[in-house]
């Protein structure tokens, strides 16, 4: 019997009371699986850059689990974005997710800050120069927009490893086949850190659709063709749970051990997937908070 994989969750830092309820109700599902790390996103443009910090910081201290932050390089000074990460240091957390980060929305291309980091290899190779972090970063198995090829995402990745980076994880993808080219792409690059999937559970099609757009994740039209068939019938939530896990499936069947579930704070459908792969709670929910 296959063992189940390890997993990890991505959160968003909440910008109203509502939401920082749904946050910590998201935390209390998923915290019991015994994720092998927690992550916190910025928002583009930096925007939540505070939330994200008091985020990170409290889920350290209450909930029992690593927690990696999200770090930009966006609208901030090389002095400032390393101070941020020396108060992490200071908090105890000591994983973090160094990305490049979009731009503000309807600014068009990233536009470096004037004293500021170029690019998310120059912030890679600061932080690990302080010797203080283990150093996420992010993959693209379908081209970044801003990416001529796949070829051109592998290479940049190897440079962010080269650099100081210990794994990756991946955007979101549709068809395990997609990742596989990849890491064998990735594997002949000479890239060897462990590189983790990036799974989202489909909660609405339509938005997580436009987002692939945005994105420059691949659509496969027989997704489209399901949606609108299951959207009609009332049984989104029934396809999107079936889909994710045989994803998932198929990925470790493909010899993958680790899965990275992008959760948007709405832990049903990820628990649900979990429990599919047979990831099930470790402590009870009194123990996580």
């Known amino acids: 019997m296959t063992r189940p994989p390890r997993v990890s969750f991505e959160f968003f830092p909440p910008k109203s009371l509502e939401a920082s309820f749904r946050l910590w109700e998201t935390l209390g599902v998923l915290a019991p699986l015994g994720p092998e790390f927690v992550s916190v996103t910025y928002g583009a443009g930096g925007t939540t850059r505070t939330l994200t910090h008091d985020a990170v910081k409290t889920i350290h201290a209450n909930y029992g689990v690593p927690v990696a932050a999200h770090l930009t390089c966006v609208d901030a000074t090389r002095q400032e974005t390393l101070a941020i990460a020396e108060s992490y240091a200071a908090a105890g957390v000591t994983q973090i997710v160094a990305l490049r980060g979009d731009p503000p929305k ?4 990233f536009t470096p800050h004037p004293d500021g980091f170029a690019d998310s290899i120059g912030l890679i190779a600061a932080l690990a120069e302080t010797g203080k972090f ?6 693209y198995p379908d081209p970044h927009p801003e990416a001529g090829s796949m070829q051109d995402c592998v290479d940049y990745l190897k440079r962010k490893i080269d650099v100081g980076a210990s794994s990756a994880i991946t955007q979101f993808f549709f068809e395990a086949e997609t990742f596989f080219r990849f890491r064998d792409a990735c594997a002949a690059a000479g890239i060897h850190a462990p590189i983790i999937p990036g799974i989202l559970p489909i909660n609405s099609w339509s938005g997580v659709r436009k987002f692939a757009q945005s994105c420059g994740t691949l659509i496969p039209a027989w997704l489209d063709e399901a949606y609108d ?12 749970t079936a889909l994710a896990t045989e994803l998932c499936t198929d990925l470790i069947t493909g010899g993958v051990e680790d899965l990275h579930f992008y ?3 709405a832990p049903e459908l990820t628990r649900d997937v979990c429990a599919a792969l047979g990831v099930m709670p470790k402590v009870a929910l009194s123990e996580v908070a």
């Open 106 to 109: 309807g600014t068009g291309r």
């Open 134 to 139: 283990q150093l996420r970063v992010g993959a």
């Open 229 to 240: 068939k299951a959207i009609r019938d009332g049984r989104e939530q029934l396809l999107s």
């Open 263 to 265: 959760t948007l704070n």
